[in-house]
């Protein structure tokens, strides 16, 4: 049953500013039954309280072997190649007890403490690429800043060595570039990253370092360690959903500041003295506002269920629209307008329940160090193009820009 009435979603226009059709969903309904572009049926729930319920809810599986269409859907749920390569076991595809295991194992290693003492990494990341582009007064800081600075930061932390990075950064370029296009290339790249950690892992064990995936192989929890089967989807997954991500935070959270003057001001004198209150809020504001993450991935019904008064029939699919719930009036006070100093918020840019996101503080450190760095290094940085020029991406999952061209005439050397 879908809602004729509704206004068409997954065009150009829709991806260039979602938020009139989700009000309109959130209004008029809130859980709707849609096709995909792939031609998969799905539920898309947009309040907040339901999204919150929906993401903690255990009759939802993450395990597509739940999908009544499986057969049709064969690739076209999860991340393209992952099934070829081998990565299934991975985070997001599993339900507890795989789940629990899998996670505490993880956090063991990918603890906030390593992510704290990362932080002057990131800062120096961040500013060698700004002085990559300083000279020429333009950027466009998609290509040259924010698609990066997550793929070295992941790739450092992991422990992958620096003459092997640029693999990395080829093989993520297709992924992005390709999400929701040609699968051909993504699977190639998935396959040749996942041969890759499989031989790093390898070499590690015989000389294990102070590295993320030192510390995955050393994990143990009651005796219990990864295999390198689990090592390298884990090593796979933390690259894979702590990079497109991140780049879009940068992305639409500086898109968003250079929109909104009297917002981006109030950011940029704060920061140049040397406070962190209000680049904490702001960064958690622009996850709320145009976050990374417009759709949680996938989830399938175990059971007959309802949630917000629709039956949810066993096998459908069901996805959990983080960018509708996080605008909703119900929950946020003038959930359209950008508000860098909001306190009350409790955005679901994150996810919620057992599979919230594992890399928020890296994502936390590495937004808030680029906004910070690049607002005080380029003060009069501005967007170079007409905003109706800009393109988004087009992929189900996530939103981010294509290209951001900006200008500046001023540049600042690094403080200290
Ligand atoms: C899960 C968002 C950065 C690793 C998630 C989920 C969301 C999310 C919404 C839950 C998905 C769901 O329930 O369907 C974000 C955003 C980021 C970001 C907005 C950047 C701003 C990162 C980083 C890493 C990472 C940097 C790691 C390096 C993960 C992992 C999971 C996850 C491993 C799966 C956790 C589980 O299933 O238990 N993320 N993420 N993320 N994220 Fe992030």
């Not at 699968?183 to 790093?200: H, Q």
């Not at 955005?347 to 760095?373: K, S």
């Amino acid at each position: 049953m879908t809602d004729a009435s509704a206004p068409a979603l997954f065009t150009w226009e829709f991806a260039a500013d979602p938020y009139p059709a989700y009000a309109w969903l959130r209004e008029h309904a809130p859980v709707h039954r849609t096709t995909l572009p792939s031609g998969v049926e799905a539920w898309l729930v947009t309040r907040y309280p339901d999204a919150r319920q929906a993401l903690a809810d255990a009759r939802l599986s993450k395990n597509p072997v739940h999908h009544s269409e499986r057969a049709h859907a064969k690739g076209k749920v999860g991340i393209p190649g992952e099934r070829s390569a081998d990565l299934m076991t991975h985070l997001l595809n599993i339900d507890p007890p795989d789940h629990t295991r899998l996670r505490r194992l993880v956090s063991k290693a990918f603890t906030p403490r390593r992510v704290a003492e990362f932080a002057p990494r990131v800062t120096e990341l961040t500013n060698r690429l700004i002085d990559s582009f300083a000279a020429r007064g333009e950027a466009d800081l998609i290509h040259e800043f924010a698609f990066p600075l997550p793929i070295y930061a992941i790739c450092d932390l992991l422990g992958v060595p620096a003459e092997d990075q640029d693999d990395f950064r080829d093989w993520a370029g297709m992924m992005i570039r390709h999400g929701g296009g040609p699968r051909g290339g993504v699977a190639r790249s998935v396959k040749k990253m996942r041969a890759y950690l499989l031989e790093l892992i390898h070499r590690k064990r015989a000389q294990l370092g102070d590295d993320l995936i030192s510390a995955l192989i050393r994990a143990s929890d009651h005796g219990e360690h990864l295999t390198e089967n689990e090592a390298a989807a884990m090593a796979f997954i933390l690259l894979f959903a702590g990079f497109e991500t991140t780049v879009n935070l940068i992305g639409n959270g500086t898109y968003a500041l250079l929109r909104d003057p009297g917002q981006r001001r109030l950011l940029q004198d704060s920061v140049g003295r040397g406070e962190t209150d209000l680049l904490a809020t702001a960064v958690e504001e622009l996850l709320r506002y145009d976050g990374p993450v417009e759709l949680a991935t996938w989830r399938f019904a175990t059971e007959p269920l309802t949630i917000g008064g629709r039956s949810i029939g066993t096998g459908d699919p069901v996805l959990v629209v983080l960018a509708a719930a996080d605008r909703d009036p119900e929950r946020f006070a003038g959930p359209d307008t950008l508000d860098l100093a909001r306190r009350d918020n409790p955005h679901l840019g994150f996810g919620h329940g057992i599979h919230y996101c594992l890399g928020a503080p890296l994502a936390r450190l590495e937004g808030q160090t680029a906004l910070a760095t690049l607002l005080t290094r380029l003060p009069d940085l501005q967007l170079a193009v007409d905003p109706e020029e800009l393109r988004w991406r087009g992929g189900l999952i996530m939103r981010g820009l294509r290209t951001l061209p900006v200008s500046f005439t001023a540049v600042r050397d690094v403080a200290n």
